[in-house]
Structures are given as C-alpha cells and as structure tokens.
C-alpha cells in the first residue's frame, strides 16, 4: 500500500506580500515595547560574561574589591559603590535616561557607605574598648546600632527605586 503525498499548498504573492507585512508589523510591535517598557530594555539586555561581571544595557557593572564599578563602553562611570542594588538601581536609571535618578541614588548610595565605615570603625573601637574600658565600649556598641539602623534606611531607600525587585 502507497501513501500518497499530502498536497503541498503554494501560497500566492499576494499572500506571501500579506505574511511578510503581519511579521513586519508584530517585528515593530515588540521593539516598540521594548523602547516604552524598563522591565524589558534593561532585563532582556541583561548578559553575565564572567562571575564578577553583569552587562545591563550599554553599561557593565564589575565587582572589583568588594565594591562596584561601572562602565559604558570601557570607560568608568562611577567607581567604588557599596551596595550592588544602588549600582543595578543606578544602571537601570541610566539606560532609561533619568540621569536625575541616577543622582539621587548616588546621593543615597553615599550616605549607605558612610555608614558602613562608620559600622566597621565603632565595631572595630568596642572591641579594642571591651577590655580596657566597658563604660566606653558601651558607647560605641550604641553609636554602632546607630549607624547601622541609617545604613539599613538608606539601603531600604536604594532599593525603593529598582525598576525589578526581589519578593
């Protein structure tokens, strides 16, 4: 028993004309929302070349000394961010142009490291003072959690202007 071939259809010219313009229209749809859509600008050019390296957009960020570098087209844009969600937060704003954004973080982002010093300074002075003198090592043990309760407000704020954040 022979099976016989199932008919081949020919589609027209004018219908091969009418595919090719549906394609080119829904083609110019979707780049279309991905100009008006931060989600996907900054998500679907999202590339991780090596472990210490996050390529988001035009802009690389590199983890370098435990701080956060970044750079458009190999030239450094900022250098030494502590927290990586100001560096991302930074990254984002800049590829949706919203360089006043950008600006806030950083002020933001700088307060978060000041703090951060300052944490490791008086962490650093209770325990030199424990020994020798308590009454002092009580006052820095306060000033840390002090210090430590602004650095985790400013963290919370730079994480407030993430265009994705994480449940």
């Known amino acids: 028993m022979v099976l016989a071939e199932p008919k081949k259809t020919k589609l027209s010219r004018r219908q091969k ?8 229209k829904v083609v110019n749809i979707v780049v279309e ?24 957009g035009v802009y690389t960020v590199k983890r370098e000394n ?10 450094m844009i900022h250098s030494k961010i502590y927290a990586f969600d100001a560096a991302m937060a ?10 006043d954004r950008a600006q806030e973080i950083l002020g933001y982002e700088s307060a978060y490291a000041r703090n951060m010093n300052d ?24 000033r840390y959690n002090e210090v430590k309760g602004r650095a985790e ?4 704020k730079i994480r407030s202007f993430r265009l994705v ?3």
């Open 119 to 142: 944490m490791r300074f008086f962490q650093h002075s209770y325990a030199a003072a424990i020994e020798s003198d308590p009454e002092t090592a009580e006052i820095y043990a306060t």
């Open 165 to 167: 954040r994480k449940n």
């Open 90 to 99: 930074i990254v984002e704003a800049l590829n949706i142009r919203h360089k």
């Open 66 to 75: 435990e701080m956060y570098n970044f750079y458009k087209h190999n030239y």
């Open 33 to 56: 929302d991905i100009r008006h859509d931060q989600f996907l600008r900054n998500h679907l050019f999202l590339e991780k070349p090596d472990q210490d390296t996050l390529r988001v």
């Open 17 to 24: 004309i009418k595919a090719q313009r549906s394609l080119e």
């Open 153 to 156: 407000q400013a963290l919370k």
